[in-house]
């Protein structure tokens, strides 16, 4: 797989005003489904982020859905099963992360389970630091 797109990616590409809008939409129109993939758990994630939103940037559940839809045509979901997701949550245990950390280091274990070799986010510093194998991944979307 070459390519994780992270949650962040995936919001700047919906919204048309966001300030990253142009690459985001970019890196994911760059992409086939067997190019790259995103964790299962970014499209609770999106659905979240969009309906969750204040004043006219807030969606309707059928609006994000719609979104939602095209994600999972365009890319390849990645699951884990119980093994990896208690893998990944002693892995963080031993970092001596805490709290929401846990979220993106699912989505880094997701991208280490499908080979990615680039994880692409606007949150770089919330992915170095889960260590080498996944911090030489991180890439910032270019213009």
Same mark, same amino acid.
């Given at each position: 797989?070459?390519?994780?797109?992270?949650?962040?990616?995936?919001?700047?590409?919906?919204?048309?005003?966001?300030?990253?809008?142009?690459?985001?939409?970019? $890196? &994911?129109?760059?992409?086939? #489904?067997?190019?790259?993939? =995103?964790?299962?758990?970014?499209?609770? @994630?999106?659905? /979240?982020? %969009?309906?969750?939103?204040?004043?006219?940037?807030?969606?309707?559940?059928?609006?994000?859905? $719609? &979104?939602?839809?095209?994600? #999972?045509?365009?890319?390849? =979901?990645?699951?884990?099963?119980?093994? @990896?997701?208690? /893998?990944? %949550?002693?892995?963080?245990?031993?970092?001596?992360?805490?709290?929401?950390?846990?979220?993106?280091?699912?989505?880094?274990?997701?991208?280490?389970?499908?080979?990615?070799?680039?994880?692409?986010?606007?949150?770089?510093?919330?992915?170095?630091?889960?260590?080498?194998?996944?911090?030489?991944?991180?890439?910032?979307?270019?213009?």
């Amino acid at each position: 797989m070459k390519a994780f797109l992270d949650t962040s990616v995936l919001i700047a590409t919906f919204y048309g005003q966001h300030q990253f809008h142009q690459p985001s939409i970019a $890196l &994911f129109l760059r992409f086939k #489904r067997a190019d790259a993939c =995103i964790g299962a758990h970014s499209l609770a @994630e999106i659905y /979240a982020s %969009l309906t969750g939103r204040n004043g006219r940037d807030r969606v309707s559940g059928d609006e994000a859905m $719609l &979104f939602i839809t095209d994600v #999972r045509e365009r890319l390849t =979901i990645i699951n884990l099963d119980d093994q @990896e997701y208690f /893998a990944a %949550l002693a892995a963080s245990a031993a970092l001596g992360l805490a709290g929401g950390a846990i979220y993106d280091a699912l989505l880094a274990h997701c991208a280490l389970k499908a080979r990615a070799r680039t994880i692409y986010t606007w949150n770089a510093k919330d992915f170095t630091r889960f260590g080498p194998e996944i911090a030489g991944r991180v890439q910032v979307p270019s213009a």
